[in-house]
């Protein structure tokens, strides 16, 4: 049987509005995509500023070794990506992808799989449709936390040792979370690293720390330090538009320079020697910039200085529409039950003495209840709604891995008040129960 020819694909620039709006925080910087039939159409806030110019292209050929596609310019230059990375690549064997040719002096194309890719579009980062890359860093998101959980020796101990010194101790009780977020989920990652045994009030240390059977998740354990650094003001955001300072340039006394420069959609940021030590541990850090895997890392801690808006991400839509289309039936129960339970009749029966307001011959402390407007109460019903959905979302989702089976969810940290989960339960909610705009607060 024959094959099927598919039909040709082409990137052009679609020119009919000259002032496009920035696509700001979506990780594609200031490019939308709209697609247009079979052909991929391609928004840029900067058509008003004329076409991105690059050397004329001389040839182009497909490097078996490294995998990547190399142009070569008239010029002596070279542009290299990897193949397997473009959109209609994927897929293709060896030899369609050495079929690469220069076409005219903007194009790449391949005759026997139809698909022409323009050059300026590439030198971008612009390898394929908003779905297709933002499908692509989902992939690689998870994949580098797996990487990364599987090297848990190599940042397990910079990390047990840094909150270990840095969580409130107590000679006869432990380590203590004093209620607070930052050491509530550092107790519950020395536990989950080996080193303590859970209490009420925090963990207290192993007297033989073992390895644990299933390692805690690299990006959970990388937020706890996020969170941990940043509460014991050992790693200090700046704002966007601040950079990494030359050590010869005046500064204030009282506010060390930035030694964490600005990459990946992050903002710059000074660091502790210790905190840095584990940042680099973790790979968070390298060379002293952000690593692009610490980027969707940092979205859980949503510095403010950043203004981040991690919402129109297409990497976020992705996982919201994925996360809301396919809801493991366990879990959809579970969101069911919290919607439906949380109304009047519960409330009352959990509120004390509520039963008894107005009656009288019975003792004041059975008569009180607690204070607060009438009004209040439809919000508690909310409150408590949303408080239980955000706490299904801490322990069941990941950006990179989507919903999470029981046996993943063992690895999970829960980490409250995580603004990537909230923001994503807000997302998932608006699709499932369109009829309660309250659970999307």
């Known amino acids: 049987m024959a094959k099927k020819r598919r039909g040709r694909r082409t990137y052009r620039r679609d020119k009919t509005g000259p002032n496009r709006k920035k696509s700001l925080g979506s990780g594609l910087d200031e490019i939308g995509f709209q697609p247009l039939r079979r052909r991929i159409v391609i928004e840029c806030a900067r058509d008003a500023e004329g076409p991105l110019k690059h050397p004329t292209p001389s040839g182009a050929h497909y490097d078996r070794s490294s995998g990547q596609i190399v142009v070569e310019f008239d010029n002596g230059s070279t542009f290299t990506m990897p193949a397997r990375s473009l959109e209609g690549l994927v897929d293709a064997s060896e030899s369609e992808l050495a079929e690469v040719e220069i076409l ?6 391949w005759e026997s799989l139809r698909l022409d890719l323009e050059i300026r579009f590439l030198m971008r980062g612009i390898f394929g449709t908003r779905n297709f890359m933002a499908e692509s860093a989902t992939r690689a998101t998870e994949l580098h936390n797996k ?156 510095p403010m200085e950043w203004n981040l808006d991690f919402t129109s991400d297409a990497r976020f839509i992705r996982a919201a529409f994925d996360a809301a289309a396919a809801v493991p039936d366990d879990i959809r129960s579970k969101i069911d039950a919290i919607v439906a339970s949380a109304d009047e009749e519960t409330w009352l029966k959990q509120t004390p003495n509520v039963e008894n307001a107005g009656k009288s011959g019975l003792p004041i402390d059975a008569r009180r209840v607690p204070s607060g407007p009438s009004n209040s109460l439809p919000c508690m019903f909310e409150d408590s709604r949303r408080y239980h959905l955000d706490s299904l979302f801490y322990r069941r989702w990941r950006l990179g891995g989507g919903w999470l089976s029981d046996t993943e969810a063992k690895s999970a940290l829960p980490i409250p008040h995580d603004p990537l989960a909230i923001s994503m339960r807000k997302a998932v909610m608006s699709w499932l129960y369109p009829s309660l705009p309250l659970l999307t607060l």
């Open 104 to 109: 005219g002096e903007t194009t790449l194309h």
């Open 147 to 302: 990487k990364r959980t599987a090297d848990f020796a190599a940042w397990a101990r910079p990390v047990s040792e840094f909150l270990s010194y840095n969580i409130p101790y107590n000679h006869k009780l432990g380590w203590e979370h004093c209620h607070m977020t930052a050491y509530e989920v550092g107790c519950g990652a020395l536990v989950a690293l080996g080193q303590a045994h859970g209490t009420v009030g925090g963990a207290k240390p192993r007297r033989f720390p073992e390895r644990p059977s299933s390692p805690p998740r690299w990006d959970d354990i990388s937020t706890t330090v996020l969170y941990v650094a940043t509460q014991t003001n050992q790693l200090q955001y700046r704002p966007l538009h601040s950079r990494v300072q030359s050590s010869k340039a005046d500064h204030r006394e009282d506010r060390a320079l930035a030694n964490i420069a600005a990459a990946h959609g992050a903002g710059t940021a000074y660091a502790t020697f210790n905190v840095y030590r584990v940042l680099e541990a973790l790979g968070l850090v390298q060379t002293g910039h952000w690593t692009k895997a610490a980027e969707t890392v940092l979205w859980r801690d949503n």
